[in-house]
């Protein structure tokens, strides 16, 4: 029995949700679930306010590994179940302290008890001073002190109605929503270092975000496609069940080039993709658009193109890194581990179908002026008949 170990999954957000905290408890529980399927011999237990999965010592540390990649989560530690008896928890203490204690050096400790069963009939600072008090009893002779403000070391005891933990070592979470909690969003993702970054935002949020690319293949390659693939591969680990739409763009870019005034081109591309991606959206239940633009980063995204684009379509459209700078989003791209994926090489398109002066303030009028000569309605139809539906559980990561 004493090789089981107990995670304790603590959530924040959720708590504030009213009348609706069942159905987040409930969707960050199946959330975690589906992430440690492949584990063997996990036991959930979901008492008020916490989660606990109990497991043996050897898949505990693979448990909190993947925990820090679900939405929803405070934080989390890998603790052991005891009785509530203080020598029984002080043993606990002793074992984990003891090897952490070298020859002529103090080492500081503290005991911090949360009594979340108000029956149990001693009080948490109480708890705190017993179990403290008998593991100084055993070690302070090798140097252990007890100090409450800079402890090197808190032993964590959590009193619950029908189970008692103790742990230490909080690993933090992602905090959030858990996905699936707001709905589904469809994300315009490229293969840049931005659009993954706004999912990310977005995913922490509640939502599930599948992916609309669109794809210039005959002229650019496999390249993009394949990083697109593996960008959304990897936001699916924090989401699982979503999916990746791939629509062949290269008829509508060539129509575009090839029909309209040059400094338009990226506009009207953008107003395309814009217009497909709600139809897309719209098809397959999404509730909104979600793209990784942020004002003033390049032409397309002044304030009048950004309105020229938002124009075409009805539905929402986030925009969560609109007020980040390129370095702001850098370091969130290295956390969710996008970065160096977004920074390899792929090729680049400029020279075919980018305009030498991309208008910065295109007027709408005109763009609509500009789409009257090409069959843009027809182009968008069959661009979508031809979609590519990738179901990203489907791949092994
Ligand atoms: P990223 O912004 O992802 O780094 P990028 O810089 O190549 O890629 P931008 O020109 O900044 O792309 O485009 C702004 C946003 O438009 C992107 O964040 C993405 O949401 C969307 N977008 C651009 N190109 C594509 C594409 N080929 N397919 C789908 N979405 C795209
Ligand atoms: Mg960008």
């Known amino acids: 029995m004493n090789d089981r170990r107990t995670i304790l999954v603590r959530y924040d957000e959720i708590g504030l949700k009213g009348k609706n905290r069942d159905h987040f408890i409930n969707r960050l529980v199946k959330n975690i679930q589906m992430l440690l399927i492949d584990l063997e011999g996990l036991e959930f237990r979901v008492p008020h306010g916490r989660i606990f999965i109990h497991c043996s010592k050897e898949s505990a540390d693979e448990c909190i590994l993947r925990l820090q990649k679900i939405p929803g989560i405070a934080s989390s530690s890998v603790g052991v179940t005891r009785k509530p008896e203080f020598d029984a928890l002080a043993a606990v203490g ?98 840049g270092i931005d659009s993954p970054v706004a999912l990310y935002r977005l995913m922490k949020r509640g939502c599930r975000a599948h992916g609309i690319f669109f794809d210039n293949r005959p002229f650019m390659g496999r390249g ?111 956390e969710l581990g996008s970065y160096e994926i977004s920074i390899e090489p792929h090729p680049d398109c400029c020279s075919v179908f980018m305009p030498a002066r991309p208008a910065t303030r ?7 002026v500009d789409e009257t000569k090409f069959p843009w309605e027809s182009l968008m139809q069959e661009a979508i008949e031809k979609m590519e539906c990738v179901e990203l559980d489907d791949l092994t990561v």
């Open 94 to 191: 002793v074992e984990w302290i003891e090897p952490l204690l070298q020859p002529n050096k103090t080492f500081k400790f503290c005991v911090r008890t949360n009594r979340a069963d108000k029956s149990y009939p001693y009080k948490s600072p109480e708890i705190d001073r017993e179990v403290g008090s008998r593991i100084l009893g055993q070690l302070h002779s090798q140097g252990l002190e007890v100090s409450i403000k800079d402890a090197d070391f808190t032993l964590e005891i959590e009193i619950g109605q029908d189970e008692t933990v103790v742990f230490y070592n909080r690993v933090p979470g992602l905090r959030g929503l858990p996905v699936g909690s707001s709905g589904d969003i469809l994300g315009l993702i490229s293969g």
């Open 224 to 334: 993009g496609y394949d990083k697109v693939l593996k960008l959304s591969k990897l936001l699916n680990r924090y989401q699982l069940n979503s999916r990746l739409f791939v629509v062949p763009f290269e008829d509508i870019q060539v129509a575009i080039r090839d029909n309209c005034r040059p400094a338009h081109r990226v506009v009207l591309y953008r107003r395309m993709m814009y217009r497909i991606a709600q139809a897309v959206a719209r098809q397959k239940g999404c509730l909104a658009l979600a793209t990784g633009e942020s004002v003033g980063q390049v032409a397309s995204q002044t304030l009048e193109n950004l309105n020229a684009v938002s124009q075409v379509v009805d539905l929402s459209v986030f925009r969560p890194l609109i007020g980040m700078n390129k370095q702001e989003i850098i370091n969130e791209a290295k």
């Open 362 to 368: 295109a007027k709408i009028a005109d763009l609509e």
